[in-house]
């Protein structure tokens, strides 16, 4: 029937030592691929999904946002805002084997990107205080009332029309932050950045670095192998979009 996000700059205790987890990026990345494989496992046109974790990047968002377009079904998210010395309050009343170090916990709330209600991944949002009473008929609403968002060629999967695709993939993503590296050491700061052979600009707002390009083409490799598209010319643009939906 739909998937319900949760939001917010805490994740909830895990099976592992949660302090270690959040030290490491590469613990932290493996967390958030079970998360994601289980929701994938579960998403069906009849159950109702509840990822009751940080959800705190916004291309992990859209990812799942993307997941639910695949599967035809609805989702929302629900913001909780809670302040930041609240929260740290909180943790403080936790048995001390559930806690978090101040220098974790800082560090999550640094990496936070806090969702937007205009990007079509974030909404529907309901942002929520400590103090509020869920909005429960909105919820319902959203997610048994409203239509599904359509899916479209970068959502559906496909099978793979040629034995070339990944190397097409490969290159093309290669190719593509190729062309932004070399954009970014002539353009100024904050200009929009053409890619040849895709109508979409780049607007990143800012100079990115080869590694977070890096990161950016790594994942969304990763996701297009499990959901390939037919047409191989569209991965350029795909791409594109992709970068400027995680990093700009």
């Not at 099976?15 to 994601?36: H, T, V, Y």
């Not at 993307?66 to 805002?81: E, F, G, I, R, W």
Request: charged share 25%; net charge neutral.
């Amino acid at each position: 029937m739909g998937l319900l996000q949760r939001s917010d700059s805490l994740p909830h205790p895990l099976c592992w030592e949660k302090n270690a987890i959040f030290s490491d990026s590469r613990w932290e990345k493996d967390i958030r691929g079970a998360l994601k494989a289980d929701v994938l496992r579960l998403l069906n046109k009849d159950d109702v999904v509840i990822l009751d974790a940080s959800n705190y990047i916004k291309g992990y968002r859209y990812e799942l946002y993307c997941a639910s377009k695949q599967n035809k079904t609805t989702q929302c998210l629900v913001h909780c805002l809670v302040p930041i010395e609240q929260a740290w309050t909180w943790n403080q009343t936790r048995l001390e084997m559930e806690q978090y170090t101040r220098e974790v916990f800082d560090g999550l709330v640094m990496r936070y990107e806090t969702p937007n209600s205009s990007n079509r991944w974030d909404s529907p949002m309901f942002s929520v205080l400590p103090e509020d009473v869920p909005p429960f008929e909105s919820l319902y609403d959203a997610l048994y009332l409203c239509k599904p968002p359509p899916p479209n060629q970068s959502t559906q999967t496909q099978p793979l029309s040629s034995t070339n695709f990944l190397f097409e993939l490969d290159r093309t993503t290669q190719d593509v932050t190729n062309c932004i590296i070399s954009a970014q050491k002539t353009v100024v700061t904050g200009d929009k950045i053409r890619v040849p052979g895709v109508d979409e600009l780049l607007s990143l707002g800012r100079k990115v670095t080869l590694a977070e390009l890096t990161r950016a083409r790594r994942q969304f490799i990763s996701y297009t192998k499990m959901h390939p598209v037919e047409d191989s010319m569209k991965l350029r643009s795909l791409f594109v979009q992709y970068v400027n939906t995680t990093l700009g």
